[in-house]
């Protein structure tokens, strides 16, 4: 069973910077149905949304334009943990960060998801 495990949110300034990290737990990547990580957020009242994915067999990486060359989405697969690097931060970042695995990175094909981890940007 995967288990992932999400650690590094905290409060920050804007215009600052955070490191998000996920450890994974129950497999090696890329195994079915987990051909995908990302990384999701959901802010208090809204919909939860994808920030950053990436492919982990074509190591291909996709983000949306709301964070597009601020946000960065790595993996070390020798320590099987996934990263976000977010830099230049504002405080419509301000949500609650999640570790995602799955066949896809959209909502319903998602099959692991992270606990969670609070970003806050004054």
């Known amino acids: 069973h995967v288990q992932l495990v999400e650690s590094g949110g905290g409060s920050v300034q804007a215009g600052g910077s955070l490191r998000l990290s996920c450890a994974t737990h129950?497999?090696?990547?890329?195994?079915?149905?987990?051909?995908?990580m990302g990384w999701f957020r959901q802010a208090t009242g809204k919909e939860r949304e994808r920030v950053a994915c990436l492919h982990l067999e074509l190591n291909k990486t996709n983000y949306p334009d709301s964070v597009k060359g601020r946000f960065t989405i790595s993996r070390d697969a020798a320590k099987n943990t996934l990263y976000l690097q977010m830099n230049n931060l504002e405080p419509e970042d301000t949500a609650v960060y999640y570790c995602?695995?799955?066949?896809?990175?959209?909502?319903?094909?998602?099959?692991?998801w992270g606990q969670g981890t609070q970003v806050t940007v004054s």
């Open positions: 995602a695995a799955g066949r896809a990175c959209r909502i319903p094909e998602i099959d692991a």
């Open positions: 129950g497999y090696t990547a890329p195994s079915y149905p987990y051909f995908y």
